[in-house]
């Protein structure tokens, strides 16, 4: 039987061992190496799950948000490029919305190979080697993101819109938002959503991140960087002053490993903080009602190639 699924292209490294260990001496795992090998199969039963409340904010928040983008697109062609698609559950929204026209392509890029799989094994009736590409990539390394982008821009479309949504863990490293502004092009946007901070509902935040589903996640890490997860605890706590989640495991023998940090902004500092990395807004909402964010960026230096 012929293997009809897209090509995977490598661009960059895989998170080496001597990362995890590096992070380990600073007593924390990043979160990446909980989503390659069975971290995919554990990520997409918790994105399946009724109990993933954040699950139905995004499905909220596109639909609010992508007619807005689609408006400020004008009718030009767009690649979609899909930073950490996960299992590939939004994907028939933003073709549903913004849709691939012309030279457009989508273009899905994530860390874990297993993950794209799964992203291009559930969206296998639209998406196909004619119209997507597929990265594996670490896009916190330097320079992947924008390495990528380059080369889409450069086959397919001329412009394209950058896709970061839900990606909360993700962008709780701050260097994303460098690696973003150095991947947009001329004409292209960037679109992120992310749930803000309520204190009023920290209990329903922090929830989320205490799930069975979630610490299953945090056990593949767990059991890269040597520890098994049913000999200790973890404990979750709201970082007031980098704003984020953060979940530890509390090791047997009284480490205290940061496994999980997830940035919860609040209005007024996200939205001085996407200035301050040199993003143009053109697109700026709270969602009160969900406390979640969506918004659309451009490169400020507009002549840039
Ligand atoms: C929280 S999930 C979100 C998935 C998707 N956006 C959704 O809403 O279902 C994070 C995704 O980003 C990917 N990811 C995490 N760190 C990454 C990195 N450094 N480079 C590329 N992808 C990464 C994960 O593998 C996963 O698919």
Known sequence: MTNRLPKIIRIGKDP???ELKNSLRKNEIPLKFCYMGQGAKCWNNLRESKEYKLGDKWVYILEKTLPQVRKRL???DYNLIHVGPGNG?????????????GK???????VS?????LAIESNRDTLNQKNSVWYQSDVESKGNLERIA????RKYSERSLILLTDEGTLLSNKSIFKELYRALGKGDYALITIEGDNPEKRGEILQTYSLPQTLKILSVGLRKAGYDYNRGSFSFSFNERRSRVEVYFNTHVGNKLLCLASYKPKKEEFFNELKSFGFDIPYFKFHEEAWAFSVLLEKRDKNVQ
């Open 74 to 76: 004008n009718g030009e």
């Open 16 to 18: 080496t061992t001597a």
């Open 89 to 101: 559950i939004e994907i028939p929204s933003f073709l549903g919305s913004i849709g691939l026209n």
């Open 150 to 153: 380059k080369g889409i821009r």
């Open 104 to 110: 457009a392509r989508y273009c899905g890029i994530d």
């Open 113 to 117: 190979r297993d993950m794209l799989e």
